[in-house]
């Protein structure tokens, strides 16, 4: 199929959500600075949060371009190199966590940056993204081959040792269940769409579930968290700490009320509300921008993944749209979930806010997804239906073009 005109909502909606991302840094940037100084001695200039936001965000919106302008196929067929790459550098930050390594950056026990001349970078986001791309690859390939996916020996252990391996080092070895969230939503939601019965799926999500009981179990801060969400801990300080966290955060949204306190008049963003600029940066923009600065903020996210989801629908090669189905999931598990971590929905978890929180890595990977999506929309179709005739013309034509035709979508 000829490439035609992508949906260019996807770039417009994707670079104002960075924007607010900068807004917020910029203003919240100096206060954050501050505070570190103060409370560890470090030597961060009023700018720097700022400077390393906007830096990101360049280098983020070249990734996105890069992965617009590559050839969707040859993106796709590096798919098992990409995933063999990811899962390489989880287990050489593995080896350096083990081995007191200087290359791994550790915080609270957990290991899950490299540190290299004063850059931070986290695999686990690359391999979100590479995940995605592999499983599109091979639920393609079997479903060509025909039979029920789910009985084929070699699809089933491609599938569990992928997906097995990621939780492996993302969940245990790196103990970050708020990235390992994300992973599990992409294998689940491919695996849904692809169309297999509802008993089997339902039967995977039960093991999904008791797996991740025991997850929880085992660890005891996330046991802790937990027991802090139901009202109870055995451990005071723990609880003291993630309780503290959650009562900042709506105390933020609170103050907020509204319309909002106005942009540089946060209080909790002064050292108050731990992650300010990370994971918490939703609880400061409902402080900043009130009740009605927030209904923006999701129209705007809901608007990116309605055009998301849209791509899929209308993408004529399966493949393609199994690889839309998976950024649609990590998108929207990495928003859900931090916005009723922050609201004290759900126990607390870490993770950030797509193209809004702090930290390059999440940024670049999350942009290169939806450059790869953007691209994508270039390819989409629909069965027209002339109004006067009710008969369907067999002609391929851009999802985006009206022509005064009712549309039916292609199945």
């Known amino acids: 199929m000829r490439k035609h005109k992508g949906d260019v909502s996807i770039i417009v909606l994707t670079v104002i959500l960075m924007i607010v991302g900068l807004l917020v840094m910029y203003t919240i940037g100096p206060t954050r600075a501050n505070f570190l100084n103060a409370t560890y001695g470090s030597n961060y200039s009023d700018s720097y949060f700022f400077l390393h936001q906007l830096l990101s965000v360049g280098l983020a919106l070249g990734v996105f371009y890069l992965f617009n302008k590559i050839e969707y196929q040859r993106i796709v067929k590096y798919a098992k190199a990409a995933l063999i790459i990811s899962l390489g550098l989880c287990a050489i930050l593995a080896v350096a966590q083990f081995t007191n390594l200087p290359i791994a950056r550790c915080e609270l026990g957990a290991c899950r940056w490299f540190s290299i001349m004063g850059i931070s970078v986290q695999p686990a986001e690359f391999l979100k993204f590479s995940i995605i791309l592999y499983l ?8 060509a081959e025909g039979g029920e996916l789910l009985k084929n020996m070699k699809f089933l252990t491609r599938y569990v040792l992928s997906v097995g391996l990621s939780l492996l080092f993302v969940v245990v070895i790196q103990k970050d269940l708020g990235s390992g969230l994300p992973i599990i939503t992409i294998a689940l939601s491919i695996l849904f769409v692809s169309g297999v019965s509802v008993k089997s799926f339902l039967l995977i999500v039960l093991a999904v579930l008791i797996l991740g009981v025991g997850a929880i179990m085992t660890s005891g801060h996330r046991r802790e968290r937990l027991f802090t969400y139901l009202g109870f801990s055995v451990n005071e300080e723990e609880e003291d700490g993630d309780a503290y966290h959650i009562e900042n955060a709506l105390i933020a949204i609170g103050t907020g009320g509204l319309f909002g306190v ?9 050292g108050y509300l731990p992650e300010s600029i990370n994971d918490s940066v939703f609880a400061i923009l409902g402080e900043m921008f009130g ?15 309605f055009r998301v989801l849209k791509v899929s629908d209308y993408s004529r090669d399966f493949q393609n749209s199994l690889i839309v189905v998976g950024v649609f999931a990590w998108i929207m598990t990495h928003l859900v979930v931090n916005i009723m971590s922050m609201t004290g929905i759900t126990p607390l978890t870490g993770i950030t806010l797509p193209l809004l929180s702090y930290g390059g890595t999440s940024m670049m990977a999350v942009a290169g997804a939806l450059g790869l999506v953007y691209q994508l929309s270039g390819y989409t179709s629909r069965e027209v239906v002339i109004d006067n005739e009710r008969e369907p013309e067999k002609t391929t034509v851009s999802r985006f073009e009206t022509n005064n035709y009712t549309y039916r979508r292609r199945r």
């Open 136 to 143: 599109a690859t091979i639920f393609s390939k079997y479903k």
């Open 291 to 305: 009740f009605v600065g927030l209904v923006a903020l999701l129209f705007l996210f809901a608007w990116l993944l």
């Open 262 to 270: 106005g942009i540089g008049n946060s209080v909790q963003a002064t």
